[in-house]
């Protein structure tokens, strides 16, 4: 939607372009062919092949049979889904919630110009040059309740035995998910932050606002498409959470942390239940759908009105 | 996680980090072969017509060996034998993707029971029965317990090609001493040790319950002492009620008493097999028994020599008092096997090839890197092997053994493993009654 608005925009430009004359080697429609085939061929088709497999049983040997609504309806009448989508929805809220204020809070640190600053932030930075397997299997490791920092913790960890009850392994898997991308968010917000006017900052100065006057009523007001920026991240990454799982807690203890994205594995390449996971995956492209239409519509997110308008 | 788990089991921890890395990306490359069925395959094209026959197998050290054997079958061969290699976890999953597809292979690795019933069911594999007829060395030749995992609906489909993994009770024979115990002869001689140990400090028994299968081989025993392989195998032909009748009622009584006693420590869900956790539990003393794979032994070593020479013991698991099975009855994994597609162009080159799978130079092989074929032959050769009195011990044990129970989680189809995995573990910590645990597994499917 948003890139459909550009395109116009762009278009726009273009054609007031031509008209006065300037830049008259206008691209052709064949410039989008690469990236519409590349595109269909990815995108589009699979989709659509999901869409058909989702009304066929199917376990990969032989030909699909045509179940009709079959697997739509064990999936209406599966717990583990609704479940899943539970779960889901509350591992994408706690990203956000954990991840929004530290980032928000480190980045317009970084923006600033202290000492020591660039060394911190290099550091701040290695998570995010790890992938998310290899940061798995380091927390995972990390962990274990018998040679991990657990044991030496026991104040804190009781027995220790954090991937053995949902609480413990939701809450291990939103830090290690904080862990990885506050990094990410973090460098986004020092840019935003880097970009808000310092006469503001000086007239607030001048007016006898301090620092804490000054992020809430200057800092934080700028950074609003910057906020809504990494929020719409946070969520599409929550959405999409699968690696982690599947390295840290396989959807365990039970289905406590199956996720919608692993439940869909878990019926395709475990159980060989193709039919059933197509349905679980147009599920998912549903809600994701869904959910970032009704972030775009409610942050303004496709006006992009600026934030440095009247200086 | 039914393949990975299988694979963990025999490969154990030495490739830990690598399997991870491998499942994200042979994941990628799965969810394009779930649309385009083209995956995976390391060069099939057109097997018959060149005058080869591909064998595909799991790939891991253990190719050494099968490496060595296609070699030595070509050269007498005039239809020559590709050695084709499916690396990573997901062999299962890969298999599922082009067995029925022109580039399936001839002849391919697998672990019989559950892993071909839906091939079997589908058509796609030739019954070994005329080659058996024509060549009976290639059914007398193996010990009958292994040989009959791979037999569905009284038709051999599978020849044993690799190493037989029963389920040992291993213990460090250090804890065991100060605790002034030995290793227990009965169940009710464990839940006394139990105790011992608890109140020496000790976590009696080390469970990977974050894997789920290593929870899973506690269920297979107490069943099978219990009740006998009878109730499993009646409940795998399709007959629910086995599940609530008593003797399965009893032996999940039986669990809950041990967990209840504290034999396995409180956070054990959170501990791994395959990253290392639990064998680490028994080789550092922190526990003092662990039920495991005969693999267990292997991993040990690599992690934990010394600790290996010195102080690994192993025994078998103990009898049940009351209990039907015969306390020589065995679970795990038989062996691994060579199945046969249906449309393989060299029938006859095929038959010759499976014919080395008991000659004297696979048996010695095998030993050499450490995996205990289950050939008649192979008694003859147990001096040879890189742990002669171990070696000794576990073919005997499957020698002896009237049954020999393949892993439920391999005996039942790909589909039933993720809920019979889940149900386990819910059992054991308590989120799941007898009940419902009942309700669980007659829900699962068994064809």
């Known amino acids: 939607m948003t890139s459909l608005t550009a395109t116009l925009a762009a278009a726009v430009e273009r054609r007031r372009a031509v008209r006065s004359g300037v830049g008259a080697t206008r691209p052709g429609l064949a410039w989008a062919v690469p990236a519409t085939l590349f595109f269909t061929l990815f995108a589009i088709v699979p989709l659509v092949l999901v869409a058909v497999l989702s009304f066929t049983g199917w376990n990969g040997i032989g030909s699909p049979q045509w179940t009709g609504l079959a697997n739509w309806t064990a999936l209406w009448h599966d717990p583990v889904m609704l479940k899943s989508l539970w779960l889901s929805a509350l591992l994408t809220t ?108 000086q007239a607030a100065a001048i007016d006898g606002a301090g620092t804490v006057r000054q992020f809430f009523h200057i800092t934080l007001p700028q950074l609003r498409n910057t906020i809504i920026t990494s929020m719409v991240l946070m969520v599409v990454g929550g959405l999409t959470t699968f690696d982690t799982v599947l390295i840290l807690t396989q959807g365990g203890p039970g289905t406590d942390t199956t996720i919608s994205a692993y439940y869909m594995y878990q019926q395709g390449f475990l159980s060989f239940d193709f039919g059933g996971a197509s349905a679980i995956a147009l599920v998912l492209v549903v809600i994701a759908t869904l959910v970032s239409l009704v972030m775009v519509r409610l942050t303004g997110y496709d006006k992009m009105n600026s934030t440095a308008e009247g200086l | 996680m039914r393949s990975s788990a299988s694979v963990s089991r025999s490969r154990t921890s030495r490739n830990r980090v690598v399997r991870n890395r491998v499942v994200v990306s042979t994941l990628a490359c799965a969810l394009v072969a779930g649309v385009t069925a083209g995956c995976g395959s390391s060069g099939g094209s057109s097997a018959s017509s060149s005058g080869t026959i591909h064998i595909l197998v799991y790939g891991d050290t253990g190719n050494t060996v099968e490496k060595q054997i296609v070699d030595t079958f070509n050269k007498t061969s005039k239809v020559k034998a590709v050695l084709d290699t499916i690396p990573g976890a ?98 009710d001689q464990l839940i006394a040790d139990v105790q011992t140990l608890k109140a020496k400090g000790k976590t009696p028994i080390a469970l990977g319950g974050g894997d789920q299968w290593p929870t899973l081989m506690w269920f297979e025993y107490l069943y099978d002492r219990v009740a006998g392989p009878g109730l499993f195998a009646k409940a795998l032909g399709g007959d629910p009620s086995a599940w609530a009748s008593a003797d399965s009622q009893k032996a999940l009584g039986m669990l809950k008493q041990l967990v209840d006693a504290g034999a396995f420590g409180s956070n054990f869900d959170s501990v791994k097999f395959t990253d290392g956790g639990s064998p680490a539990l028994l080789a550092k003393g922190k526990a003092a028994f662990e039920l495991m794979g005969s693999w267990e032994y292997a991993t040990e070593k690599a992690a934990n020599p010394d600790f290996t020479k010195n102080e690994l013991g192993y025994s078998n698991f103990p009898t049940v008092s009351g209990g039907t099975g015969d306390p020589n009855d065995v679970v795990g994994n038989t062996n691994n096997f060579y199945s046969v597609l249906k449309n393989t162009k060299h029938p006859d080159a095929v038959a010759q090839f499976l014919k080395l799978m008991y000659s004297d130079e696979f048996v010695k092989a095998q030993l050499g890197i450490g ?47 993720t809920a019979m995995h889940q149900a386990v573990q819910q059992f054991m910590d308590g989120k799941m009654d007898a009940a419902a645990f009942i309700k669980a597994m007659q829900g699962l499917p068994t064809s």
Do not use: C
């Open chain 1, 94 to 201: 706690l990203g956000v919630v954990v991840q929004t204020p530290i980032s928000i809070l480190l980045g317009v640190w970084a923006a600033g110009h202290q000492r020591n600053r660039a060394v911190l932030l290099a550091i701040y930075f290695v998570p995010l040059l790890l992938s998310a397997t290899a940061v798995s299997v380091l927390w995972r490791a990390l962990l274990d309740p018998n040679f991990g920092i657990p044991s030496e913790a026991g104040w804190l960890f009781g027995d220790g035995n954090l991937l053995g009850t949902q609480s413990g392994s939701i809450g291990v898997l939103a830090f290690v998910g904080a862990w990885q991308w506050t990094p990410l968010h973090t460098l986004i917000y020092q840019g935003g932050a880097r970009a808000v006017p310092q006469v503001l900052y």
């Open chain 2, 90 to 187: 997901n062999y299962q999953q890969k298999l599922q993707t082009i067995i029925n597809t022109p580039q399936a292979p001839d002849v391919f690795f697998n672990w019989g029971g559950g892993s071909i019933a839906p091939f079997v069911k589908a058509g796609l594999l030739m019954p070994l029965d005329s080659f058996i007829a024509a060549d009976p060395q290639l059914k007398s030749d193996f010990l009958p317990s292994v040989f009959n995992t791979a037999v569905i609906d009284g038709k051999a489909y599978g020849v044993p090609m690799r190493g037989t993994q029963p389920v040992l009770l291993f213990d460090n024979k250090k804890v065991l001493a100060d605790a002034g115990i030995t290793p227990p002869a009965t169940w």
């Open chain 2, 371 to 417: 995996n205990l074929p289950t050939t008649t032959n192979t008694q003859q050769f147990l001096s040879t092997s890189t742990d002669p009195a171990y070696d000794t011990f576990q073919y005997n044990l499957v020698k002896q053994a009237p049954s020999f129970q393949l892993s439920w989680d391999q005996a039942y189809p790909p589909a039933a493993t």
